[in-house]
């Protein structure tokens, strides 16, 4: 038996966790989880699971056999940093890997030193709809010239604490949510970026809020542009007051021969079934000569939808981490893969706020 300890156990931590219970021969061993609500939710999922009063006493266990860090973003390279000092063991550590460039040293040391697996959590990548749109994207589009991502979608979810409202605390937006997608960009485009240009700000969500005389500075709309180094260009448009959307995520690429999209649903548990059931996910493939869009049903194991808000995808990361965890395969997602999707997501930060474009190279 696989026993995994999990360090934050809110809402991520317990996809996480229904998850890992999907998996043959694995369970939670142990979590840290600082909120007693939060803690009691997980060992209502996991009874047998031992709550650790914190990290050191997590480690110090020695039945655990590989660690997911679900902490809040700008905690994650401090506890590697802490894991790595005390006991090396496989890690999942969710995104955004960073949040502060101040932390890239400390990163770089890891990359070199750490003697144990660390895979970055960048479940999009997994999600069926786009998995078939990996496969089938050259031979349909005959090579990207164009890939656009939209992502129509509900605010920010509440968090322990509420510390996804703040910038310092997330990296913002377009790291926080945003650095999934650009993941997906380089691992679409299968190319490094060397331009970003944004515009982005806070129009809707969580302006009436106030927390400690604060009102959050979380922005919740934006274009981004990135240009790729072979001559690809990559849009992202996020929109998260748009929950009444068919489809949360479509992403389409364009090149000489055609197009293919990914229309990928929402959660099942937003969405609002008196109008009927939840859509199924799509690939549709439209070729130019001859014309005429062929579409392929990707369907999800309902089991799958039920476990988590991320169209299936978080159990098939896991299902891959696992074979990691018993030295069968190599990390995909590397700590240089999440380190490039948050450097994509600051720049974007960055040009929203002067108006200019960055350049990455």
């Given amino acids: 038996m696989t026993r995994y300890g999990i360090i934050g156990s809110g809402m991520m931590g317990q996809e996480h966790i229904r998850n890992i219970a999907l998996l043959p021969g694995a369970t939670l061993g142990a979590f840290v989880e ?14 047998q699971a031992v709550r650790c009063t914190d990290i050191p006493a997590l480690l110090a266990r020695g039945d655990i056999d590989a660690l997911v860090i679900a902490s809040p973003n700008h905690l994650h390279v401090a506890q590697l940093q802490q894991i790595a000092a005390t006991r090396a063991l496989p890690v999942l550590v969710e995104k955004p890997l960073y949040t502060d460039e101040a932390q890239l040293p400390a990163l770089e040391r890891l990359a070199r030193d750490y003697p144990a697996p660390i895979w970055v959590a960048m479940e999009y990548r997994y999600m069926p709809p786009v998995q078939v749109l990996r496969d089938m994207a050259d031979a349909a589009t005959g090579g990207i010239r164009m890939l656009t991502i939209r992502e129509h979608r509900f605010p920010f979810l509440e968090k322990v604490g509420d510390w996804n409202r703040f910038n310092r605390n997330t990296g913002g937006t377009l790291v926080e949510k945003c650095c999934h997608f650009f993941d997906l960009m380089r691992l679409i485009v299968q190319d490094e970026p060397v331009r970003v240009m944004a515009s982005a700000g806070q129009a809707v969500n969580h302006l009436d809020e106030r927390y400690e005389g604060e009102t959050p500075d979380i922005w919740d709309h934006g274009y981004v542009i990135v240009d790729f180094a072979r001559g ?6 996020l929109c998260m007051f748009a929950e009444g959307a068919r489809y949360q995520e479509e992403i389409s690429a364009v090149g000489p021969l055609g197009k293919i999209e990914a229309l990928v649903p929402g959660p099942t548990r937003f969405w609002n079934h008196d109008i009927g059931p939840a859509p199924v996910p799509r690939v549709i493939v439209s070729p130019r000569n001859p014309t005429g869009p062929v579409e392929h049903e ?45 450097r994509m997501g600051r720049a974007a930060q960055e040009s929203a706020c002067t108006g200019q474009a960055v350049s990455l190279v």
Wanted: charged letters at 20%; a negative charge.
């Fill in 232 to 237: 690809a260009r990559a849009m992202l448009e």
């Fill in 34 to 47: 600082p909120d007693p609500g939060m803690a009691a939710a997980t060992l209502a999922l996991m009874p």
């Fill in 298 to 342: 990707v369907p999800v194991d309902p089991r799958l939808l039920a476990a988590g808000d991320h169209n299936g995808s978080t159990f098939y990361q896991h299902e891959r981490f696992l074979e990691v965890v018993h030295g069968r395969a190599r990390p995909e997602v590397t700590l240089a893969d999440g380190a490039a999707a948050v």
